[in-house]
């Protein structure tokens, strides 16, 4: 008789190691933790060093080349430095807070991608006021050196500013309550439609079925 094609049943029994098998991995060593911390401490004291000089770079150059456009603009007159000063004020603060409205109201659509963009809109627009802050308020010799140029060639120019700013706050928030307002309306108009799409369905059934 010849032997049954299943194998033998003993070897079921006894089930041979596959040398073959790759060996199961080692638990990482107390040593290989420390190597691996160490490197992603280096990589952090690299990005932090890395970051301190690129902001004492910008922050000694960026205001100091600031008020030069400015002062480049103005021309040392002062109806200028007035008009420039207002005009970059108002649409440098206006434009950003609507777009954070925007932003808030577009969330949650879309895995949030709507609301990025508009607060990376927000940011890019409030580069003006935020380069001319930096030399309203700063204390590098770049910002001593704009506040010269702008008192000498910009006349005007920050105190207008100032006002430009105040003046997009007071319009900013009028415009975010009537964004409110209007998405609010909408809100109550759904669920308005919806209930009375609820009551004729609820109307009809009791027609039909007295």
Same mark, same amino acid.
């Given at each position: ?13 006894? $089930? ?5 098998? $790759? ?14 911390? /160490? ?23 960026? $205001? ?127 669920? /308005? ?18």
């Amino acid at each position: 008789m010849s032997p049954d094609k299943h194998g033998d049943p003993a070897e079921f029994n006894n $089930p041979q190691l596959d040398v073959d098998a $790759p060996a199961p991995p080692a638990g990482e060593s107390f040593g290989d933790k420390v190597n691996r911390f /160490a490197r992603k401490f280096a990589i952090i004291l690299v990005a932090i060093g890395l970051a301190v000089i690129t902001y004492f770079i910008l922050a000694n150059f960026l $205001p100091q080349w600031w008020a030069q456009r400015i002062a480049n603009r103005v021309e040392g007159k002062f109806s200028s430095g007035i008009w420039s000063g207002l005009t970059l004020g108002f649409i440098c603060t206006l434009l950003p807070i609507v777009f954070v409205a925007l932003a808030v109201v577009n969330r949650k659509k879309l895995k949030n991608i709507p609301s990025l963009g508009f607060v990376l809109l927000a940011v890019i627009t409030a580069i003006p006021n935020l380069l001319t802050l930096s030399i309203v308020v700063g204390r590098t010799s770049g910002a001593y050196r704009g506040q010269n140029i702008l008192d000498i060639s910009a006349p005007g120019f920050r105190g207008a500013g100032l006002w430009g700013t105040i003046i997009a706050v007071i319009v900013g928030v009028i415009v975010c309550y009537y964004i409110w307002r209007f998405r609010r309306r909408g809100r109550d108009l759904r669920k /308005a439609k919806a209930t009375n799409a609820e009551l004729s369905a609820a109307q009809q059934d009791s027609d039909e079925n007295p």
